[in-house]
């Protein structure tokens, strides 16, 4: 993992030597082109970017840490976010617009520790709030009622939001024919607000004239499916339907949004 620093002819690489990440500082008009290299304690670390202030650089990794240095490379603080499951880590940091840091990866809580796991921290690493235990889990049919799913990218929106990417895998309830493992993979994306907050809210716009239902905008927030109630017992799934009533009345018009939260 490489990160440019200064010019094109300088370098700063993360690299996992002999189960210990290290800082490599790069010079690349130097022989060898290694000058210095900083390692650390911690088991693994897969993510590395500069510092929100420029000071130094974040790296994210194993146990859902978070291990900041200057811009020798000196370890300058490490926060570890593990409840102390087996396995809890981060694939991807980014700074965000306020300074801080958001981080990614797989956690869990209780005995399940591959569900999506999001951290957001100040500028010195101090949570602010977190995602815990997210996932699908008897969401999607499977043999076992049971999903695995990791979140590996991040990047903030327009909004002051986090767009957040990854997959989710499972055993087949039934092996298709042509499948070339027992198992599926499916890329997933998870959009939340700058708080944390990803559950869905629901909203819309709408006009009528004689029996004519027309939903003029669909204005939720953060949903991925809808239930439109008519108030006769008719539904829809759809995201912005027209419906007919077919007699006249008074009918009270319910909108249900959902996502995976």
């Avoid at 210095?36 to 590395?48: A, D, I, N, P």
């Avoid at 499916?225 to 009918?251: E, H, K, R, V």
């Amino acid at each position: 993992i490489v990160t440019k620093i200064g010019d094109t002819n300088h370098l700063m690489a993360l690299a996992n030597c002999n189960s210990k990440p290290c800082l490599m500082d790069v010079n690349l008009t130097a022989f060898p082109p290694v000058t210095t290299k900083t390692c650390y304690t911690v088991e693994r670390l897969v993510s590395l970017i500069h510092a929100s202030d420029q000071s130094g650089y974040v790296m994210a990794g194993s146990g859902a840490c978070l291990l900041k240095t200057n811009l020798a490379g000196n370890q300058q603080w490490l926060k570890f976010f593990t409840d102390g499951l087996f396995h809890e880590f981060f694939t991807e940091v980014i700074a965000t617009a306020d300074g801080g840091y958001i981080a990614v990866g797989q956690g869990g809580q209780g005995a399940a520790n591959d569900n999506i796991f999001v951290v957001k921290t100040d500028i010195n690493g101090n949570l602010q709030w977190k995602i815990k235990g997210l996932g699908f889990d008897g969401l999607i049919p499977n043999s076992e009622n049971y999903t695995y799913e990791m979140a590996t990218a991040v990047i903030q929106t327009s909004d002051g939001g986090y767009l957040i990417g990854g997959y989710v895998e499972a055993n087949y309830l039934v092996v298709p024919p042509d499948a070339p493992t027992y198992y599926y993979s499916y890329p997933f994306f998870l959009k939340i607000d700058s708080t944390g907050n990803c559950r869905p809210s629901a909203g819309f716009t709408h006009s009528a004239a004689d029996y004519n239902l027309t939903i003029t905008a669909n204005t939720s927030f953060g949903a991925d499916s809808y239930l439109w109630q008519f108030g006769n017992g008719d539904t829809s799934n759809m995201a912005t339907p027209a419906y007919t009533y077919p007699q006249p009345g008074s009918y009270n018009l319910c909108l249900i949004a959902r996502n995976l939260c």
